[in-house]
């Protein structure tokens, strides 16, 4: 898969990533309007060209309070990201191009204010995204708000169950999107209180939904416990997933 070729899609508003970063923009807008008043942190987890904040903050009134770290591995989209931060005049976006699912990139940061996890949770064993959702309690503030998405064309269809596993963590739901449009997109506020940053955790293998897809199709294996590989038959393969709705 090439993941920079692969953001082309975003260029049409009514392709399916069109429309669903359109639903993360709102999302995120949303959070940012509702945010406490002072200085405010993001993070973004394998967040490519960074369009999902960079294209709210250009224009949002609370544009000056916010410090991000976007952390994507992809070179050319780290590129990307970097030329539209200059572009819209914000300094205090950073784009670090690292491996995303490192506790270590994160640390100045967090517990932030605004976290988005978009386009990760599809291309993860199960095991690797609840093991991700764990984490979130580490970079998510109190008060502060996750920002995910998952695909919803394959079953299982893992979106009640990442609400379930993000509420049994003190995430209260804000709002998710309708099942009909076959991806989810989702928004939870932290209200417990955040652990201590655990330094050099991988939070999660980044498998790639094509990947995944191609094992599933080829050679379906038998539900795993007790491993970091997951648990195989619910894999995410929609095309509507990748690292961030950039």
Same mark, same amino acid.
């Given at each position: 898969m090439d993941w920079h070729e692969w953001h082309d899609a975003y260029d049409s508003p009514d392709s399916c990533l069109g429309r669903r970063l359109a639903l993360v923009q709102e999302r995120v807008r949303l959070a940012l309007d509702e945010a406490p008043p002072g200085p405010l942190t993001a993070v973004s987890l394998c967040a490519g060209q960074g369009r999902d904040l960079i294209g709210v903050l250009h224009d949002h009134p609370r544009r000056a309070d916010v410090r991000a770290?976007?952390?994507?591995?992809?070179?050319?989209? +780290?590129?990307v990201a970097r030329a539209a931060?200059?572009?819209?005049?914000?300094?205090?976006?950073?784009?670090?191009?690292?491996d995303a699912s490192l506790t270590d990139h994160y640390a100045p940061l967090v517990p932030a204010d605004l976290v988005l996890v978009c386009g990760v949770l599809g291309?993860?064993?199960?095991?690797?995204?609840?093991?991700?959702?764990?984490h979130l309690t580490q970079l998510c503030r109190p008060g502060g708000t996750v920002v995910w998405t998952r695909t919803r064309h394959f079953e299982p269809d893992l979106v009640p169950q990442i609400c379930a596993w993000l509420e049994e963590r003190d995430f209260e739901r804000l709002w998710?999107?309708?099942?009909?449009?076959?991806?989810g997109v989702g928004a939870h506020r932290f209200a417990g209180e955040p652990?201590?940053?655990?330094?050099?955790?991988?939070?999660?293998?980044?498998?790639?939904?094509?990947?995944?897809?191609?094992?599933?199709?080829?050679?379906? +294996?038998?539900?795993?416990?007790?491993s970091a590989a997951g648990p195989g038959p619910s894999w995410d393969t929609a095309p509507a997933e990748h690292a961030g709705p950039r």
């Open positions: 770290r976007l952390v994507e591995l992809d070179e050319r989209n +780290v590129t931060a200059r572009a819209a005049g914000l300094p205090d976006v950073e784009v670090l191009a690292g291309n993860l064993v199960d095991a690797d995204v609840e093991r991700t959702i764990d998710v999107s309708d099942p009909s449009l076959g991806y652990r201590p940053l655990s330094p050099g955790q991988r939070m999660f293998d980044f498998i790639g939904y094509d990947t995944l897809h191609r094992a599933l199709v080829t050679a379906p +294996v038998a539900p795993r416990t007790g």
